[in-house]
């Protein structure tokens, strides 16, 4: 396969960067390989060593530690307070996790957060591989795998394969159910049924997809139908995806838990996570994630980097194609929903992940036809984005690291800047009409950039590292498990790491009373919280300082600085 410019008159003749989508994809067997390949270059750095990042994940994995510390797998906890928020699918599989973790031998598994981020890994390089299966019903081989590498490669897709949370699992439901749906579409009037494997990506990726996080699924995938069959009048293709059996399938599947869990909890499961966490979110902005309409746009040259200048240049070609049979299904699938989240007043990036692999496929399209023009106007100052990108990360990164730590990340740089380099390749690519080159040499800045982030970068910052620190100092102390409390301090991380049982005083006199209730006792006091402490202290047998921590709260976005006083027998 050759570049679209490599038969123009004075184009340059196709090297290796050029024909990589065609070598990788001589056969289906060897274009997975190599986006799995891609995709654990991408995902793996920084599974171990990247701390639990407050709040979400280290709620996830601290509810799913307790099912196994209480044997409960019907109820969601943290500590003791209900969490009625998402179904059960994600809490089943972390916990699935670690206990093979721990019949491995890894040693303190249950704290081992990169056993709970497994899901997340599996779930993100399956979306890659089924974003290439979903691909081949709109694409040739070679242009499928261009466009599930180009999804692969975006950013955001990186970070939620290192975050214990639903939302790398549910884009790979989503896409499976995406991919039969496409080609029930596409083949609307064949007398010819389609394949089994096919029928069971979608029901299976609906009822997988329901258990882990409700009804995004069926939004995801019902949009689309909806309004093809609306714009058709008739909804009888629909009829392909044996509706009936496979209705009954995802009943039966996804039925027992939620029956369980409203015998369990009353009813009150649903009344939290319908009227309080979705419906919530609806209303209002839930947790201070605020944003306004157009937030999600402006993040989406962040978040789908390195594709999102070419994505935006193809939108005029999306307009003009908007009739057709494939273009039509993919604009159905992806402007319905995203109007949905920009109309929402909560805003997480995140949200709009399960959509970027219909961006992918339909920038390839454009591709294809010859949209992504550097002679249009404005075409290549966009472009540009795929070099300030990583240019930021680079500068961003050293900012950081000297403002929090005064020092450094140096073990990171020389990737970033490699990183610029192939940015930098990609759009001199773009301005000689070569934006298939353009798109693989992004690609290939990606494969950079997220190791040097997740993998080197953060490990040379400690100041985010709070909670690791903290429960290091629990682990030196020499008395075996010592209780402990945490009085100011109060992030997910130091419960999942210190354990269940971490005591949050509210008071100064309340941390001190725990300090000095007898046995070997440890407490966390946050500067804020210092004098009220040491008033409560006074006239008390002195409790031995053993440590302290500074860092930055990612979760806050403030500086803390935490004392530990311990009374060790």
């Known amino acids: 396969m050759t570049s679209l410019s490599a038969g123009r008159a004075g184009a340059a003749e196709p090297d290796l960067i050029d024909r990589l989508p065609g070598l990788a994809a001589l056969t289906h067997a060897r274009a997975c390989l190599a986006l799995l390949v891609l995709a654990l270059i991408l995902f793996l750095p920084g599974q171990i060593g990247l701390q639990p990042m407050d709040r979400d994940e280290p709620r996830f994995a601290q509810a799913s530690k307790q099912m196994l510390e209480s044997g409960d797998l019907v109820d969601i906890r943290f500590q003791l307070e209900a969490r009625h928020k998402k179904p059960v699918g994600i809490y089943w599989l972390q916990a699935a996790s670690v206990a093979a973790g721990e019949a491995l031998g890894v040693p303190q598994a249950r704290t081992e957060i990169a056993l709970y981020r497994l899901p997340s890994l599996i779930g993100a390089c399956a979306a890659v591989l089924l974003a290439y299966w979903a691909a081949l019903a709109f694409l040739n081989r070679p242009d499928a795998l261009l466009a599930a590498a180009l999804f692969g490669a975006c950013l955001m897709l990186s970070a939620e394969a290192r975050l214990a949370k639903t939302d790398a699992l549910l884009t790979a439901c989503t896409v499976a159910s995406f991919g039969a749906l496409a080609r029930a579409w596409l083949s609307r009037g064949s007398f010819v049924p389609l394949p ?22 069926p939004l995801f995938v019902g949009l689309p139908a909806l309004i093809l069959s609306i714009l058709i ?59 306004p309409p157009g937030a999600y746009a402006l993040a989406f040259f962040g978040t789908f980097w390195p594709g999102a200048a070419f994505a935006a240049l193809a939108i005029p070609f999306t307009w003009r194609a908007r009739g057709e049979d494939a273009v039509a ?11 949905i989240f920009e109309s929402v007043p909560t805003k997480l990036p995140h949200y709009v992940l399960p959509l970027m692999p219909m961006v992918a496929i339909l920038t390839v399209l454009a591709l294809r036809r010859g949209a992504l023009d550097p002679a249009r106007t404005g075409a290549t100052p966009l472009a540009f984005l795929v070099v300030t990108i990583p240019l930021g990360l ?22 970033l800047a490699g990183a ?33 982030l997740f993998g080197l970068g953060q490990r040379e910052i400690p100041a985010l590292k709070v909670s690791p620190r903290l429960a290091a100092i629990r682990d030196a102390l020499p008395c075996a498990n010592p209780r402990v409390a945490s009085l100011g301090y109060r992030e997910p991380s130091l419960v ?7 005591a949050t005083p509210p008071t100064g006199r309340e941390a ?46 403030r500086r803390v600085g935490l004392t530990a006083y311990a009374v060790v027998p």
């Open 196 to 217: 089994r494997g096919a029928l069971l990506a979608f029901w299976g990726g609906l009822a997988l997809g329901i258990l882990v996080k409700g009804p995004m699924v």
């Open 233 to 291: 009048r008739d909804a009888y293709w629909l009829r392909r995806l044996r509706p009936g059996l496979g209705l009954a399938l995802v009943a039966l599947a996804v039925a027992p838990w939620f029956l369980a869990i409203a015998w369990k909890s009353g009813g009150a499961f649903f009344a939290e996570a319908v009227g309080q966490d979705m419906l919530g979110k609806v209303g209002t902005a839930k947790e201070k994630h605020w944003g």
């Open 329 to 339: 299904l993919l604009i159905s699938a992806i402007l319905p929903a995203w109007l």
């Open 394 to 415: 680079a500068v961003g990164l050293a900012i950081a690291g000297w403002k929090l730590d005064r020092q450094i990340p140096w073990a990171a740089l020389p990737a």
């Open 420 to 452: 610029v380099g192939l940015a930098l390749a990609a759009w001199f690519a773009f301005r000689a009409a070569r934006p298939e080159r353009a798109l693989v040499l992004g690609i290939l800045a990606s494969l950079l950039v997220s190791p040097a």
């Open 496 to 502: 999942f790491l210190i354990g269940t049982d971490l």
């Open 512 to 557: 001190s009373d725990f300090l000095h209730a007898g046995g070997c006792r440890l407490v966390f006091v946050e500067a804020r919280q210092a004098a009220g402490f040491a008033a409560a202290e006074a006239g008390r047998p002195a409790a031995r300082q053993v440590g302290t921590v500074s860092g930055f709260n990612i979760n806050g976005g």
